[in-house]
């Protein structure tokens, strides 16, 4: 099979690419300017050129995971960055797609649980999770997140490819093993440094819900959706058992064997995401989202739970 990734060059398209290639795949990458193991082809997530556009055609699988990180600040020129470059490169993906003579398949496009409301009181799963932006009590601003989140998702829907089944990856963090933990992008190289620093108490309280996937589990459950015809739309890719910040922090501690933990209240987080570029909203959001359609489809998790996982990766790292 051909697989293309636009913006594959980051942490998650290299663990696709990685297990695909060794499955004996053909896998191409686009790319602005990165590296991958596979092939990469050049373009610029937002105009039609043949030069990428021609590798859609034949394809059997396309995975777009293009659009700048979340990591930053949220300034009103990264939220416009966040923005454009989410909606921009889903719709020319899908004006590639429409113009093949012979479209992909599939289209797996990269989505995220941040679409759903901050809450405390239920998982959201597909069907009767409750979208963000309107929660009260919590900072204004969050909304801009939710509204990228539905922005991105609607340009998928509106994209005309009939011949081609269109799924929406509401993911969760992807956790992989941390390779070198001066990385940036590697949230779980991010977290594993912060705790083994002594830093890695409970933020906020710790009440807030933190969603996540293996890395491993986020593979195969693109390669289930592949195989599953009778699945589009928007489908949750997370863990089955999300849990309070608190608790997810104490099983880090755990598997890197650290006891002392600071915790932090939320004008410490404040303080701390912008000495570190990021935003509190990353922290504080309570994220609980659960995989409704992926269980109910028979899709089976190899890592469900947080301790297993931090500990397996912290043994990797």
């Known amino acids: 099979m051909k697989y293309v990734i636009p913006g594959g060059t980051g942490q998650v398209g290299a663990l696709c690419a990685k297990r695909w290639r060794a499955a004996g795949h053909e896998v191409v990458v686009l790319s602005r300017g990165g590296a991958s193991e596979a092939r990469v082809v050049r373009w610029d997530g937002k105009t039609l050129e043949d030069a990428w556009a021609s590798e859609l055609d034949g394809a059997d699988v396309v995975l777009n995971l293009a659009g700048r990180s979340v990591s930053c600040r949220y300034t009103e020129e990264n939220l416009a960055q966040m923005m454009s470059s989410r909606v921009d490169s889903t719709r020319v993906v899908g004006e590639a797609i429409a113009?093949?003579?012979?479209?992909?398949?599939?289209?797996?496009?990269?989505?995220?649980?941040?679409?759903?409301?901050?809450?405390?009181?239920?998982?959201?799963?597909?069907?009767?999770?409750?979208?963000?932006?309107?929660?009260?009590?919590?900072?204004?601003?969050?909304?801009?997140?939710?509204?990228i989140a539905a922005a991105w998702e609607r340009a998928l829907d509106e994209a005309p490819t009939p011949s081609t089944r269109k799924v929406a990856l509401r993911t969760a963090m992807v956790m992989s093993e941390p390779g070198a933990l001066s990385s940036t992008e590697n949230i779980f190289a991010v977290l594993s440094r912060i705790t083994r620093a002594g830093l890695g108490g409970p933020i906020g309280g710790g009440r807030q819900y933190v969603s996540w996937i293996h890395g491993d589990d986020f593979v195969r459950a693109c390669d289930f959706l592949v195989a599953h015809d009778e699945l589009s739309g928007a489908v949750n890719v997370a863990a089955p058992e999300p849990l309070?910040?608190?608790?997810?922090?104490?099983?880090?501690?755990?598997?890197?064997?650290?006891?002392?933990?600071?915790?932090?209240?939320?004008?410490?987080?404040?303080?701390?995401?912008w000495a570190m570029g990021t935003d509190p909203e990353l922290v504080m959001k309570s994220r609980r989202v659960v995989p409704g359609r992926l269980l109910e489809a028979g899709?089976?998790?190899?890592?469900?739970?947080?301790?297993?996982?931090?500990?397996?990766?912290?043994?990797r790292g």
């Open 99 to 147: 113009r093949a003579k012979s479209p992909p398949k599939v289209w797996l496009q990269m989505s995220t649980a941040t679409i759903y409301a901050h809450r405390f009181d239920a998982a959201n799963d597909e069907a009767t999770g409750v979208m963000g932006g309107h929660e009260p009590g919590v900072p204004a601003y969050w909304k801009r997140s939710t509204d």
């Open 244 to 273: 309070p910040h608190g608790e997810f922090m104490r099983a880090l501690r755990a598997a890197w064997g650290v006891r002392v933990a600071l915790p932090a209240t939320g004008w410490m987080a404040s303080i701390g995401s």
């Open 299 to 315: 899709f089976t998790f190899e890592h469900p739970t947080w301790a297993e996982t931090a500990k397996s990766l912290a043994t």
